[in-house]
Structure formats: structure tokens, C-alpha cells
């Protein structure tokens, strides 16, 4: 939507790009602002045509980087600004304009720019710097790669660079005798701290630049401390989505309702604020690296648990595994398949498995082929129940912990596998069980924990986790603590077994 008060700048652009040298592009050294406004084409039919510049937070942080320059400050100091926000704000576009001001207007700079992932920088970060090169009214002076962005006349001297971090090799970061330096972090919280510690170093540049931006996802890091024992340092904004121009007002409102304004999702994704505990993966890399390579014990005799996460068409898959002990399997995925035909598909794994307990996810479509495993007498096994079936938003057993069912059975999961278990080598399971954040709301007196949900994965870049979800399911049950051989013996001398205690139950054998 078109700004109907674009910000106003104390320098008017200058009237013609044809003719432009470097020397006269310098003339916006110490206005960022102006520069924004003359560099792209603002309001011209099939480009810009519905925007006529930075929103104002953007024209803000601009301005205030020009006022510093201006007042005098690189003489005494480097520069360092620091912006937590909420989502959709239009913060890589920003950055996208400081490093196009920055090397357009400064002689042989060094640049770097890093994010808390290299598919961040890469895919996200860089891409955006991408498209701003080509609306660039100066843009074909300057080549965009994958990974660098260059002067053409001076390639190898005057240029930025996209450098994903690792803390076994810093040395990008670390300062240089270069007059003019410009580092940019993006998604700033999950930058490492010996990160941070060495890009200190290349700020003893009185012409320095250093610019963080990112969710406020955590509440330790030198992110967290540049808004605390660091503030003095640095200029801080933090920035409500609901004030942004380029945010998605009806999804923030769908968020506010489902998580409430005080969560810990709505103060990180939404206003910007620092959460009350570190929002961050439920599961860490680490635990699924030790399940991986886990010897489990003997568990053939062990019962089985086999749930099922349904899907229908789209991206999503159906998922069916099993829990056997400490050993879990993946039994089958699915994709494009009606419900009829996923039920029949899954009535023949039950056949192969013969478990002793199934959970099915019974929110949405699910529901259909509980119905249909139902008609069929897949539910019983010897006259007793053993179907579940699951749905995540209800009411936790434990409360005072968990937001819902899903977190809970997820935080199970958890618990297990930082206990010991077996999981294959499967890309698609290593992916979605690192995947969900967790956060934290307040309800009833106490911060109890909540799990990222699907559709928020999903704008966030990552897949659905149909398969972790699966095996999540299988804490939904609780078995007495019977192995198959004895429940086999019973089967012959008294014509049953009781292998499911509670299908409501959540603690796994």
C-alpha cells in the first residue's frame, strides 16, 4: 500500500543518474535517507508503482544513521544499531538498501553480511539484496552473485560479501585496516557469540557500520545484551509489527488470538519484545545426533504402538510409524491419496504390525479414517479398545506445564529420546523433529509451554512435521509394562489381553 506520508529528507536527490560518477554519489555519505529515495524508482508504473519509499520505522532508522554521520560521530566511534521486531516489517528490504548505500557511496569497503542460517543468508538475506540490485538506478555498474556483490570497474577491492558463520572460523568477521566497514546480521539471536565477540574487532574503524536485526527469539546472547548491559553502545529500536506497513495485519490478528498478547510467540513475532524464557527448537540437534547412533536394547518382545498422522493432498504426508520399546520405526509415508484409500493403505500395515495400540490423529480429515478403521473393527484387539484417537489442542493432564495435548506429547517425546532411543537415519525425521520452536503463555497462573504450530512452520520455510508428529502421537497411550510373549500366553490360557491401560493416557512403555 502506497505510504501517504513519505518521510521527508534535508538533502533533495539529484535530478539525473545518466552522467553520475562515484564522486558524485558520495554526496549521499552521510544521508542513507536521501539515498533510499533517489536510488529507486518510487511510484513508476509495473516496478514501484504502489510505494513511495520507506516506511517510516525504515525512514527512522535511516535518518538517525545519516544524523549520526553528520554530528560527527565516526570520528569518535564506530556506528551500531540494533533492531528486534516482530515479523513482516520489511527488515531484509532495509538491509538490502544499506548495503547498496554503503558501497555505492564509499571507496574499496569492506562489507560482510551473515544470518543465523546460511539458507537465511543465502535464500533470504542475499535474495533480497538481489532484487533491490536490479530496480538499482545505478545497478548496472555492479554485478549480483550468489554470494558477492561487486563494483564491475573494481571487482576484487570494492565489494560485499555473503558469509554464512561457524565458530571454527571467525576470521571474516575480524577487523581489517580497511577505512570503510559495514557488517549486517540478520535473524541476530542465533548468531553465535564468538561471532560477535570477533566482529568487534573490525570495529575499532572510526568509519565503521555494524547493523543487527532480528526476532527477539532468546533471552541470553549478545543480541539480547545489545537492549541491556551493552545498551550504551548501541542504538536500539524495537519495532511492533502492527506498526509496520508491509505487515500482515489479519494473520498478527490471527496469531494474537490464538496465542494471546502476552504470549511469548506474540511478544517475539509480533511486538518485538524479548520473551519471558528463550524461545528456541523443542528438540535440539544434539539429542536427535545421540538417538541416531543409540543401541537400543533387545525389544522384539516389547508391544507396539503404530499411529498415524493423516494428510490429503498438498505439500503434507501421511505418516505411519511405530514405537517398539526404544526402537521406532518409519512403516510407511503417503502422499496424494483420498482417506478411502490411506485407510486401506493403513489397514495393511496394521495386518503386518498387529499392534498393541494405535493413535490416529483425529483433528480435521483424520477424523474419516477413524471412522472408516472403526466400521471395519480395526479398533479392538481381543474385545479390548486399542484405537486412539488424538487431538492435539485438547486439554493437557498436566496444565501447570504444557498448553495443550501436542506440547505435551511432544515434551514426552522429548523426555525419551534425552533418555535413549533408536531412530533411523531418515533426512525428512531429522528435519522435522528440529524444526518446531516452542514458547511460553501464560494461563492460570503459569507460564505453561506451547509448540510452534504447523501452519507457522510452514510460513517460516520449513515443512510440515508429519512423521515427528507421528511419533509424538505415540505418548498418547500409555501400556502396562507386558511383554508380547507373556500377552500371547494369556491369549491361550484365558482368550485375552489387556494391552492398552488407557487410551487416553500419555506416558509411553
Given at each position: 500500500m502506497k505510504n501517504s506520508s513519505a518521510p521527508a529528507t534535508d538533502s533533495p536527490p539529484p535530478a539525473s543518474s545518466e552522467d553520475l560518477t562515484i564522486?558524485?554519489?558520495?554526496?549521499f555519505y552521510a544521508n542513507p535517507l536521501a539515498f533510499v529515495l533517489w536510488a529507486f524508482p518510487w511510484g513508476e508504473p509495473g516496478r514501484l508503482e504502489d510505494e513511495d519509499g520507506p516506511d517510516v520505522w525504515q525512514a527512522d532508522i535511516l535518518r538517525t544513521i545519516g544524523e549520526r554521520l553528520r554530528a560527527g560521530a565516526e570520528a569518535q566511534e564506530a556506528i551500531r544499531i540494533a533492531v528486534a521486531s516482530g515479523h513482516g516489517i520489511g527488515k531484509t528490504a532495509l538491509i538490502a538498501w544499506l548495503l547498496l548505500w554503503f558501497i555505492a557511496t564509499r571507496e574499496h569497503p569492506q562489507i560482510v553480511a551473515t544470518a543465523n542460517t546460511r539458507t537465511q543468508l543465502l535464500t533470504k538475506t542475499w535474495r533480497e539484496l538481489g532484487k533491490w540490485h536490479k530496480l538499482f538506478i545505478v545497478g548496472d555498474w555492479f554485478e549480483w552473485t550468489a554470494t558477492k556483490y561487486y563494483l564491475k570497474a573494481a571487482g576484487s577491492t570494492w565489494f560485499a560479501s555473503a558469509v554464512p558463520w561457524s565458530e571454527a572460523s571467525t576470521e571474516a568477521f575480524a577487523g581489517t585496516h580497511e577505512k570503510y566497514v559495514l557488517i549486517v546480521f540478520d535473524e541476530a539471536s542465533a548468531i553465535a557469540d564468538p561471532i560477535w565477540e570477533t566482529t568487534e574487532g573490525a570495529m575499532t574503524s572510526s568509519r565503521a557500520l555494524w547493523v543487527a536485526f532480528g526476532n527477539p527469539?532468546?533471552?541470553?546472547?549478545?543480541?539480547?545484551?545489545?537492549?541491556?548491559?551493552?545498551?550504551?553502545?548501541?542504538?536500539?529500536?524495537?519495532?511492533?509489527?502492527?506498526?509496520?506497513?508491509?505487515?500482515?495485519?489479519?494473520?498478527?490478528?490471527?496469531?494474537?488470538?490464538?496465542?494471546?498478547?502476552?504470549?511469548?510467540?506474540?511478544?517475539v513475532r509480533v511486538r518485538g519484545v524479548f520473551p519471558r524464557a528463550s524461545s528456541t527448537q523443542f528438540i535440539d540437534q544434539d539429542t536427535v545426533d545421540a538417538c541416531r547412533r543409540?543401541?537400543?536394547?533387545?525389544?522384539?518382545?516389547?508391544?507396539?504402538?503404530?499411529?498415524?498422522?493423516?494428510?490429503?493432498?498438498?505439500?503434507?504426508?501421511?505418516?505411519?510409524?511405530?514405537?517398539?520399546?526404544?526402537?521406532?520405526?518409519?512403516?510407511?509415508?503417503?502422499?496424494?491419496?483420498?482417506?478411502?484409500?490411506?485407510?486401506?493403505?493403513?489397514?495393511?500395515?496394521?495386518?503386518?504390525?498387529?499392534?498393541?495400540?494405535?493413535?490416529?490423529?483425529?483433528?480435521?480429515?483424520?477424523?474419516?479414517?477413524?471412522?472408516?478403521?472403526?466400521?471395519?473393527?480395526?479398533h479392538k484387539k481381543d474385545g479390548k479398545i486399542i484405537l486412539t484417537e488424538f487431538h492435539g489442542s485438547a486439554a493437557p493432564l498436566d496444565p501447570k506445564k504444557y498448553f495443550n495435548r501436542r506440547a505435551e506429547v511432544w515434551g514426552r517425546m522429548d523426555e525419551a529420546m534425552k533418555a535413549g532411543v533408536w531412530i533411523p537415519d531418515d533426512p525428512e525425521l531429522e528435519s522435522e523433529l528440529t524444526g518446531p520452536e516452542y514458547f511460553f503463555t501464560s494461563r492460570s497462573g503459569y507460564d505453561v509451554m506451547q509448540l510452534e504450530s504447523k501452519e507457522d512452520m510452514k510460513k517460516r520455510g520449513l515443512s510440515s512435521p508429519d512423521i515427528a508428529d507421528g511419533f509424538a502421537y505415540t505418548f498418547a497411550v500409555q501400556l502396562k509394562q507386558q511383554r508380547r510373549r507373556q500377552i500371547e500366553r494369556e491369549r491361550v490360557l484365558i482368550g485375552t489381553a489387556d494391552s492398552a491401560e488407557s487410551p487416553t493416557g500419555w506416558m509411553g512403555s
Open positions: 564522486e558524485q554519489l558520495a554526496r527469539t532468546r533471552t541470553t546472547g549478545r543480541f539480547r545484551e545489545c537492549f541491556g548491559r551493552f545498551k550504551h553502545r548501541w542504538i536500539t529500536r524495537q519495532i511492533d509489527s502492527r506498526s509496520a506497513k508491509k505487515a500482515n495485519s489479519k494473520e498478527i490478528a490471527q496469531w494474537v488470538a490464538d496465542y494471546g498478547e502476552d504470549s511469548d510467540f506474540v511478544r543409540y543401541l537400543p536394547p533387545p525389544h522384539s518382545e516389547m508391544p507396539k504402538i503404530v499411529a498415524l498422522d493423516v494428510a490429503r493432498f498438498g505439500d503434507d504426508q501421511s505418516a505411519a510409524v511405530m514405537r517398539q520399546g526404544r526402537v521406532w520405526s518409519v512403516l510407511q509415508k503417503w502422499r496424494q491419496l483420498s482417506l478411502v484409500n490411506l485407510a486401506n493403505r493403513f489397514i495393511e500395515v496394521l495386518e503386518e504390525e498387529e499392534p498393541d495400540a494405535i493413535v490416529i490423529d483425529g483433528d480435521g480429515i483424520g477424523a474419516g479414517v477413524v471412522d472408516i478403521l472403526v466400521a471395519r473393527g480395526y
